[in-house]
T-cell receptor, first 115, second 113 residues
């Protein structure tokens, strides 16, 4: 069985502060993928990043960065210099080819960036 | 390249009625997934298709639910004899191949009166 845990339900920051979202996962599969999706107030889920289980390199894309550590089964997400437009619910998710690549989502972390 | 399209965006119906939702995936995406999201929760998997074949159904999908993808293009999700607990956002996603990221539509929000 697969499980994704996002312990932080809500984080509130002031604009320009950095914010880190935690994600811990469980799986017995050796090949799997980890994802982050953003769900703004309008409701659509926006794909942000996918990492496979064999690639532990950290990744940076603009103000976004991701830290994947297999040793601790974590895939954390940092927004640097947050902006009001970053306000949304962020979901971490896991999939495995052996399980049809269906996504198992965490409960989400609501990020509120105040001006 | 248009995104995943879902129709309707909102559906309000009385308990006991049947409802049907439609999903049009991104062109040439052969995998199509349905998820359900209740308020304050992450989406939960319901079922998925590869082309026209339905390959897996979640235990969440009771016998009142049925999904089809008759020609491997659009898909429909039907709920018969709706219940209060069916109120949720129903999300559709598609991917080009098995290992590619899933792209989601805007969802259909179902409200049962």
């Amino acid at each position: 069985a697969q499980k994704v845990t996002q312990a932080q339900t809500e984080i509130s920051v002031v604009e320009k502060e950095d914010v880190t979202l935690d994600c811990v996962y469980e799986t017995r599969d050796t090949t799997y993928y980890l994802f982050w999706y953003k769900q703004p107030p309008s409701g659509e889920l926006v794909f942000l990043i996918r990492r496979n289980s064999f690639d532990e390199q950290n990744e940076i894309s603009g103000r976004y960065s991701w830290n994947f550590q297999k040793s601790t089964s974590s895939f954390n997400f940092t927004i640097t210099a947050s902006q009001v437009v970053d306000s949304a619910v962020y979901f971490c998710a896991l999939s495995a080819p052996a399980a049809g690549n269906k996504l198992t989502f965490g409960g989400g972390t609501r990020v509120l960036v105040k001006p | 390249d248009t995104g995943v399209s879902q129709d309707p965006r909102h559906k309000i119906t009385k308990r006991g009625q049947n409802v049907t939702f439609r999903c049009d995936p991104i062109s040439e995406h052969n995998r199509l997934y349905w998820y359900r999201q209740t308020l304050g929760q992450g989406p939960e998997f319901l079922t998925y298709f590869q082309n026209e074949a339905q390959l897996e159904k979640s235990r969440l999908l009771s016998d009142r639910f049925s999904a089809e993808r008759p020609k491997g293009s659009f898909s429909t999700l039907e709920i018969q004899r709706t219940e209060q607990g069916d109120s949720a956002m129903y999300l559709c996603a598609s991917s080009f191949e098995r290992d590619q990221p899933q792209h989601f539509g805007d969802g259909t929000r179902l409200s049962i009166l």
